[in-house]
C-alpha cells in the first residue's frame, strides 16, 4: 500500500479571505498543487485521444549549433518603440507579461541605443584607461578575458522606464510596453578596481567619465568611489558573450545605478577630478522639480514592483482562484517585502517571495486570488531592505510634479473588468 503525504486541503470555498477583494494567504500555493484542480481547461488525462500527434511516430529536426526558441512562441518578443526622428535612437521593450522566473533571456533584453548598435570587431577593440593616473593603460579583449572575473545576477534599468506614469491619463498597453525598460541579468567580467589598480588613481581623481565607441560616442561621468566599491567591466551575459545590442564586447555594469550609467561597447575610461556634464547627465536624465530646482546626477533606482499576471490586456475567463505574479527590485539593495491589494489599496496582504532575495536584481513574488466576477483593482506595493517603500502615484506626482520623465516608480494599478479584461488605471 503507498503512503500518501499530502495535507488534506479544504475546499476552495472555505478559504478565509486575508485582504480585500478576495486576497487568500500566501502560503496556499505551497499546501497543495490540487488549488486549481477544478479549473476549466484542465481534462482527465484519460478522456484525450483525439488527433494523432506526428511528433509521436517521425524522428525529430536534427542538432542545431544555436538554439532557438520554439515558432510556437515567436509572438514572446521584444517591442520595438517606434517613430522615433533619428535613426538608431529608440528603445526595445522586454515583454515582462510572457516571462516567468527572474532571468531575462539575452534575446528579450531591452535595449536602448542612441545611435544604433556598432557590430563592433573584438580583435580591434580598445579598453583605454587614462587621465589622472600613474601610467595609461590600453586592454584588448583578449587580455582582459584572462583577468579574474567575478558574476552577479543584476537588473539594468532605464531612468526613462514607465515613463508615460506621468502622462495625465493611464496608457493603455502591455505591462512590458510599458515598463519594460527594465531586464534582470547574470552579468560576468573584471572588477574595475582591478584594472585601475593596475593603471594607478591619482589622489585627485574622483570621477570616471566613461564612453562608449557608438558612432555617438556615448559618455557619462560616474564617482570613483562607486566604480572601485562594485562596478565591473561586463563581458558575459547569462553565460555567453554579450550580445552586440547589450555591448558587446564589453559594457560598464554599475550595479543598481540607471541605465544610462552601464555604457556599452566601452571604450574609453577617463580619471577626472570633475564630471565631463555630457549631455546625457545635464539635458537629459536631469529633471525639473515644481520648486524650479534641478534633480540631477539621480543615480540609484528606486524600489519598485508591477504585477505581470494579469495584467493589460489579459483576460480572465471567469470567477476562479488565481495566482497573482510580478517582479520587485531596487536600486538599493535587496526586495524586503512585497504586499498586494485586490482592492485599489484599502487593504494589503503580503505576498509569497521566491528566494534568493539577490541584492539589486528582480525577486519574484507571489500570491492567490479568489477573483468572484466583481470588478477589482489589483495593486503591488514593494518595500526593500533600506526602508524604501514603493509610492503611490499621487504621492510621487506631489514631489516630483509632472514636468518629471525620469524615475518613475510609483505604484502600478490594473483595472480587472466584471467580463474579466485587464486594463491601466491610476
Ligand atoms: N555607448 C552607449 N551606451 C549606452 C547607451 C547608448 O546609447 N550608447 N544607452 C544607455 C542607456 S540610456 C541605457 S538604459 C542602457 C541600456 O542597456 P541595454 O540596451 O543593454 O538594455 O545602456 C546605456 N548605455
Ligand atoms: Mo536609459
Redesign the pocket.
Known amino acids: 500500500m503507498t503512503r500518501r503525504f499530502i495535507r488534506p486541503v479544504p475546499p476552495a470555498e472555505e478559504w478565509p479571505d486575508i485582504a480585500g477583494g478576495g486576497l487568500l494567504d500566501r502560503r496556499l500555493f505551497l499546501r497543495s498543487g490540487l488549488l486549481l484542480a477544478g479549473s476549466a481547461g484542465i481534462r482527465n488525462a484519460l478522456a484525450q485521444g483525439d488527433a494523432p500527434l506526428p511528433w509521436l511516430h517521425t524522428p525529430g529536426a536534427p542538432f542545431s549549433a544555436y538554439g532557438q526558441p520554439s515558432p510556437y512562441e515567436r509572438y514572446t518578443a521584444r517591442r520595438i518603440g517606434a517613430n522615433r526622428a533619428v535613426a538608431g535612437?529608440g528603445?526595445s521593450f522586454t515583454p515582462l507579461e510572457e516571462l516567468a522566473g527572474t532571468i531575462t533571456p539575452n534575446g528579450l533584453?531591452?535595449?536602448?541605443?542612441?545611435?544604433g548598435v556598432p557590430q563592433i570587431d573584438p580583435a580591434l577593440h580598445r579598453l583605454t584607461v587614462h587621465g589622472r593616473v600613474r601610467q595609461a593603460l590600453a586592454f584588448d579583449v583578449k587580455s582582459l578575458l584572462r583577468y579574474p572575473m567575478r558574476s552577479q545576477t543584476l537588473f539594468?534599468?532605464?531612468?526613462?522606464?514607465s515613463n508615460a506614469g506621468w502622462h495625465s491619463e493611464p496608457v493603455q498597453r502591455p505591462a512590458g510596453s510599458v515598463h519594460g525598460?527594465v531586464?534582470c541579468a547574470e552579468w560576468t567580467g573584471v572588477p574595475l578596481s582591478v584594472l585601475l589598480d593596475e593603471a594607478g588613481v591619482d589622489a585627485d581623481a574622483s570621477w570616471v567619465i566613461a564612453?562608449?565607441?557608438?558612432a555617438?560616442?556615448?559618455n557619462?561621468s560616474i564617482p570613483l568611489a562607486k566604480i572601485l566599491d562594485d562596478c565591473m567591466l561586463g563581458l558575459y551575459q547569462n553565460g555567453e558573450r554579450l550580445?552586440p545590442?547589450?555591448?558587446y564586447p564589453m559594457?560598464?555594469i554599475v550595479p543598481g545605478w540607471?541605465?544610462?550609467?552601464?555604457?556599452?561597447?566601452?571604450q574609453r575610461l577617463e580619471l577626472s577630478a570633475q564630471p565631463v556634464m555630457s549631455r546625457?547627465e545635464t539635458a537629459k536624465?536631469t529633471e525639473l522639480l515644481p520648486s524650479g530646482k534641478a534633480r540631477q546626477f539621480t543615480f540609484t533606482m528606486d524600489c519598485k514592483s508591477l504585477i505581470t499576471t494579469p495584467s493589460h490586456g489579459q483576460t480572465l475567463p471567469g470567477p476562479d482562484i488565481y495566482q497573482i505574479t510580478g517582479l520587485a527590485w531596487s536600486g538599493h539593495g535587496r526586495i524586503a517585502r512585497v504586499e498586494v491589494s485586490a482592492d485599489g489599496g484599502n487593504s494589503w496582504a503580503d505576498a509569497a517571495l521566491q528566494g534568493p532575495l539577490l541584492p539589486r536584481s528582480f525577486t519574484r513574488f507571489r500570491i492567490p486570488w479568489r477573483w468572484d466576477g466583481t470588478p477589482a483593482v489589483l495593486k503591488s506595493r514593494a518595500t526593500d531592505d533600506a526602508g524604501n517603500v514603493q509610492p503611490e502615484r499621487a504621492t510621487l506626482v506631489a514631489e516630483r510634479g509632472r514636468a518629471g520623465y525620469f524615475h518613475y516608480n510609483a505604484i502600478i494599478a490594473w483595472t480587472v473588468e466584471d467580463d474579466g479584461l485587464v486594463s491601466h488605471t491610476y
Do not use: P, T
Open positions: 535612437n528603445v533584453h531591452f535595449e536602448r541605443h542612441h545611435n539594468i534599468e532605464c531612468g526613462g522606464n525598460l531586464s564612453e562608449g565607441a557608438d555617438g560616442a556615448m557619462m550580445r545590442e547589450n555591448g559594457r560598464l540607471e541605465g544610462v550609467l552601464h555604457v556599452k561597447w566601452l546625457n536624465y
